[in-house]
DNA sequence: CCTCAAGGTGTACGGCGTACACCTGATGGA
DNA sequence: TCCATCAGGTGTACGCCGTACACCTTGAGG
């Protein structure tokens, strides 16, 4: 029996959401149990039929609002994606793109199965082209050549919706979010260690001012900003410099 | 019925598996057989039965060459990760980074399925690990610091494996990839160009020289190295002028 | 009052991963 | 030579999954 963060259980929950069924089903109540259920319980235990079961009802009832599977990931992913600010008016673009990549993360990290989500979906759903349509009319306005424009937009890739992909990534795994895992970094066990002595060495490298991050795990939003301003500042020199893919290096 | 690569069926493969079924099962015959079957059918049909099928044996017979489906996939990784060139010898850090980044780039796009299957594992594979370390320890032999070098594997993410995410990637949707699909590139649809503006503009507007790259589909070769250097070349400048993560930006 | 459609229900099918008991044929010590 | 052992392939079965399809209920409009 596992709690989640209203300290009831998902099935008293179900309940709760039985004596509540009189409120009839719809596209977007639909959606966003199963967005609710993604955040609490993990990707992995969203099923039709789970999810029938949080709203009270029966798996064949969701099929009346929501097209299949597949057409459900998609309205949710609309759903989170909408979540993302709006551009702040008045600033140059840097700011303006730094500020809504770094909203945009921040609404990643409520819903952390969302990358997944996006990636494993093979076209963009609208939400996300209006987002990239707004992020490109950013930099045209702040000058950029359509072609340079073109070619930001694909250097920036999924970061530019707030996540990297970054390999061992502990927030991505798929387990049930819901509770703060305390999950210590686990500094990686010595015979691992002893077999890559590299990757042992930088394990536990950067050099954190501050107090909030324990022991050596190393702080994901630091990181993000990190590689975030290496672009931004690569981009800005390209930018300058009037840069333009005449010539390509073959 | 589909044609595959060699201009057989699935059944008819099988069928001359099933003729050869007495050479006996191995944990590399399987492992070979799932990425074969993963390349050819997309990761989506890869699944105990059908590869069983193909192997010319009963599904259950996997499992003693392979503890589970998970521990399949990771083995899948390991070997193409092992497929990555060894870095060449006797060149500078950055020469030698970008060559192996750009090799597992084309390691990967023989195995299309490798990306999203490599981010859903939530724990790296000790051919991923070895990779890793490889590359820490050229940067470190170039001379960066270890915490440079941390936030350095952290900036490259996915890309270091030879992938981006590119949130429209026509190679990476599932199906059957083993015939090289024509699929034009479909100059996206008029009411959508409407809805979205700067996208439209931007579709077409990368220049590419050579007549390599139909209509407006664009180099995803080009795009990808230029990233790649936009990150190189900035890591290179901070590197020359001893960047440390002293203060850190709140 | 009758009709009709929107929306919830029940049953069923085929596919999945895999637990578990079983069989079979080669191997090696007595 | 014989028999025990055991690695490795087999068959059956279970519980999940997504979802097709026929059905029933209910409330609003002519």
Redesign the interface.
Known sequence: MVSTVAGKTRTEMAEQADTLRRTPLSRTRVLRAAVALADEAGIESLSMRNLAQDLGVVPMALYKHVANKDELLDGMIDMVVGEIDPPVPDADWKHVVRGRILSARQVLRRHPWAP?A???R???TPA???Y???V??TL?AGGF???L???V?????????GF??????AS???GRSGIADPDPPAALPPE?AA?????A???G??????ASVVGQG?DDQ??F???LD??L???ER?HQQGW??????R
Chains 1, 2 share one sequence.
């Open positions: 997944l996006i990636e494993s093979n076209m963009a996300i082209l209006a990239l349509d707004s490109v009319g045209r050549t359509a072609d424009a073109h070619h937009m694909h250097a920036m890739g999924s970061r530019i919706l990297s992909q970054e390999l061992f990534d991505r795994r798929a691992v077999r890559f002595p590299h990757l060495e930088i394990a490298a950067a050099s954190h001012d501050d190393c630091f990181e900003e990190f590689a290496l672009l500042d690569g981009i390209l333009t893919s005449s010539r390509r290096p």
